[in-house]
């Protein structure tokens, strides 16, 4: 039953994986387009839209963050679950209970990319609203 959590976790964190690389892509398009479309003198609207488009992208990769982060949680009880219906599970499935045995997705549990994301932010909507004296 232990190897079918594992199969079952490696399978998801591929999901995970291509969240990743969709949601930093994503990052750097909103950034890339805010600096283009400052450069060439955008009107108001197009401020806006870059802003909700911008907030959009964080909002993904939060809950690309958040549904990560439930991956590991979720295989952590299940490990839990397993021990406590009395079989023994590996020191590794042992450890992993230890180590994500959080209740609930948090960003508190990740403040390295918590804080990336404020990051990320600030680097998509500072250009657009507070542009560069020449």
């Known amino acids: 039953m232990e190897s079918e959590i594992w199969s079952t976790f490696a399978t998801l964190r591929i999901s995970s994986a291509i969240n990743g690389l969709v ?7 909103a950034s890339r387009w805010a600096t283009v479309a ?6 108001m609207l197009a ?6 488009f911008g907030l959009s992208v964080i ?4 809950f690309f963050l958040m549904t990560a ?6 295989t952590s009880k299940a490990f839990a679950m397993l021990r406590d219906s009395g079989t023994e599970i590996s020191p590794a499935a ?17 403040p390295a990319f918590s ?8 680097v998509i ?10």
Do not use: C, H, R
């Open 23 to 29: 949601g930093i892509f994503a990052i750097w398009l």
């Open 38 to 43: 400052m450069d060439k003198g955008a009107n």
């Open 47 to 52: 401020k806006v839209i870059l802003s909700v």
């Open 59 to 62: 909002a993904v990769n939060s």
């Open 69 to 74: 982060q439930t991956i590991f949680i979720n």
């Open 94 to 110: 042992a450890s992993f209970v230890a180590t994500y045995n959080a209740e609930a997705p948090s960003f508190m549990n990740t």
């Open 115 to 122: 804080i990336m994301l404020l990051a990320a932010l600030l």
């Open 125 to 134: 909507i500072l250009p657009i609203w507070v542009p560069v004296k020449k």
